[in-house]
């Protein structure tokens, strides 16, 4: 089958294959909502599904039944394709949304709910009002008396205030009925009120360890006492508020501790994810590698197997003619049967590589059926550079430290538990919150005239009016209310704080000590590496040698025995030292390619090494193509 009839073929395996299967690899990050910034913040942002089909460059390698791959486009599919890439392609956007959620800060307490609105009651307002200023109660009810300056000590210590603003508003309306047990001040024996309460607020908390509070209520009351001398009357108030905390929770280093470890979060994503891409990278090129090395070893096998092939014949035309005895016969069979088996292993080690490399890059595998029936064909051979150059070892330790991501991220690690620790330091200290809050209140209503007898009573002139009466009464500050103080609070002893604090320095201590022990290590590592690759070459040398030994030892045997001065076992001794060879050899060179991947991982430079965009690996679309040659070679 020529190079054109393959093309053809191949493009009509892609046009009437499911399209399901091939997707466009589309952003995985969330996308914003895009809406007047008034309800923006109120819409969720479009997370994508996620992406479980191939990209189209690995069915445009199949051509023909096979997946043609160079190492270069085994690395291309995986950073396409692979699972556990994919995976690791979420933490980073997982950080940098972690980030965004540590400036947002921590919660505050809300302001008063709806029911105890619809309850409340303004002092000096209405009969009930008049009722409480005077200390004094009048009939059922369930309203409920405020704070003054509605001041509240909550969520104090090294708890990071909100940084959102938040602004609430409440609106209640009702309608009390109420029996008075004493009508002397509402002159009734039933006392109905219809209310309406108004209620906003606006908050905010700061990294210095404070929060404000700005808080307006507007109460409306109609009622049927004749002795309210205004009604209906509206009662309006504007508090401002603020609460800082001194010694435990003080200070932007530790309210502002998560959003730094945040930030530090998301380098560690990002080393992380530059080390699974190398963790990846190194496991598609040992599988390649493999299965490049199991080819060449099935030709050996091959050949191996056509060599005990053509003995069994040529001892049976002597057998048949009687120069041989019956029993060598029987031995060149049993080598065939031997050499028959070494195949089949031989291919079924092919077969489990094959398979390990599909699921590598592929996110469905075998689950795709021209994926699944596809043999894949590797197109670089295996081969050693005359020399390896490698610089000396002090340097080769210099560059893996600078390099490694490993190490990178154990001293990240350390830096953000020493900023974690700043709350648990932070924690010994005691609580101590001052607070300040000051009130405007107004009070402003249709004016009613109430007679006892021939007394007749009038409200004050300056309370009759409308809500802007009100108003105006409040932003004049014509009856302030200011309200100021401390709250103090010491735990004697102090054994929590203390225990918590020395197990974290513990535990930092114990992860510098790893750190170090992970340096040492690494020089290790290092020297290993080019031990193992030193090794792995000489390893190779010898087993060339002796492979090309066992060639000209079989050439000479199977002289000898076709001029009849050998015999079938000495031939066969040499065919499976031959073969024995081969296998060292093929296996020596695997060797070696491997302990050069592990190296350049020791290293830190597997990227570089492989031509490896960081970029291309975040977004799942490799931008260099296929080098996947116009000819192709003969499939084995």
């Known amino acids: 089958m020529n ?22 690899q589309d952003a995985i990050e969330p996308v914003r909502p895009s809406a007047p910034i008034l309800w923006r913040p109120y ?21 023909a039944g096979n997946l043609y791959l160079t190492a270069q486009d085994a690395i291309a599919l995986a950073l396409e394709n692979n699972v556990d890439l994919e995976v690791s392609r979420y933490n980073p956007i997982r950080a940098e949304w972690n980030l965004e959620r540590a400036k947002a800060g921590g919660a505050l307490p809300g302001v ?17 009002g008049a009722q409480q200023a005077a200390g004094v109660s009048g009939g059922s009810t369930t309203a409920t008396t405020r704070s003054a300056g509605n001041a509240s000590i909550t969520q104090i210590g090294p708890v990071t205030q909100t940084l959102d603003p938040t602004f609430q508003e ?10 008075q047990q004493n009508s002397v001040s509402s002159l009734t024996n039933v006392l109905i009120r219809n209310q309406r309460a108004y209620s906003g607020s606006l908050q905010e908390g700061f990294l210095i360890g404070g929060a404000g509070v ?27 508020q603020y609460q800082q905390n001194f010694l435990q929770g003080f200070g932007v280093a530790v309210n502002g501790r998560n959003i730094t470890v945040s930030k530090m979060n998301l380098q560690i994503s990002d080393l992380n994810f530059r080390t699974q891409v190398i963790t990846t990278v190194v496991t598609v090129l040992n599988t390649y590698n493999s299965l490049a090395a199991d080819l060449e070893d099935i030709a050996a096998k091959k050949s191996a197997l056509d060599a005990a092939q053509k003995l069994f014949s040529d001892t049976k035309k002597q057998v048949d003619i009687g120069t041989l005895a019956e029993i060598e ?11 028959e088996q070494n195949l089949v292993n031989s291919q079924t080690s092919q077969a489990q590589h094959e398979l390990q490399l599909k699921n590598l890059i592929s996110r469905n595998g075998i689950q795709d059926p021209e994926l699944a029936a596809a043999r894949i064909v590797p197109l670089d051979h295996m081969t050693i550079p005359p020399t390896d150059d490698l610089p000396p070892i002090p340097d080769l330790v210099t560059k893996a430290l600078t390099n490694r991501n490993d190490l990178a991220v154990e001293k990240a690690n ?13 924690g010994l200290l005691p609580t101590l919150v001052g607070f300040a809050a000051t009130t405007q209140s107004g009070l402003s209503g249709t004016a009613k005239a109430v007679r006892f007898g021939n007394f007749v009573e009038t409200p004050d002139p300056y309370f009759v009016g409308g809500i802007g009466d009100a108003l105006g009464q409040v932003f004049r500050r014509n009856f302030p209310t200011n309200v100021g103080g401390e709250f103090f609070s010491a735990t004697l002893r102090n054994r929590q704080a203390q225990s918590d604090y020395g197990i974290d320095q513990l535990q930092l201590r114990q992860t510098q000590l790893t750190n170090q022990k992970d340096l040492k290590q690494a020089q290790v590592d290092v020297l290993n590496a080019v031990i193992a690759l030193r090794q792995a070459r000489a390893r190779y040398d010898a087993a060339v040698k002796n492979r090309v030994l066992g060639q000209q030892l079989l050439d000479a045997e199977q002289k000898k025995f076709a001029l009849g001065a050998s015999t079938p076992y000495n031939v066969i001794q040499q065919q499976r030292d031959l073969v024995a060879a081969q296998s060292s050899e093929v296996t020596a060179l695997a060797t070696y390619r491997n302990a050069r991947v592990s190296l350049d991982q020791t290293l830190g430079t597997t990227l570089e090494a492989n031509q490896i965009s960081i970029g291309d690996a975040r977004t799942g679309k490799v931008t260099h193509t296929s080098s996947l040659p116009a000819q192709l070679p003969a499939q084995p």
Do not use: M
Request: hydrophobic share 40%; with cysteine.
């Open 329 to 339: 016969l029987t031995r060149a069979e049993s080598q065939v049967a031997t050499s």
């Open 414 to 426: 350390i830096a953000a538990s020493e900023v974690s620790n700043l709350g648990t330091k932070n």
């Open 214 to 240: 700005v808080t307006y209520n507007n109460h409306y009351l109609n009622e049927n006492a004749p002795t309210d001398l205004l009604n209906p009357s509206s009662a309006p108030t504007l508090s401002v």
């Open 3 to 24: 190079t054109s009839t393959r093309r053809w073929i191949a493009a009509g395996l892609c046009y009437i294959w499911p399209v399901s299967l091939v997707v466009a």
């Open 112 to 128: 008063p709910s709806g029911s105890t609105q619809a309850a409340s009651v303004a002092s000096g307002q209405g009969v009930l």
């Open 43 to 63: 819409l969720a942002p479009d997370v994508p599904q996620a992406r479980l089909g191939n990209s189209s460059r690995l069915h445009d390698l199949i051509r």
């Open 170 to 179: 409440a609106t209640t309306f009702s309608h009390q009925s109420l029996p």
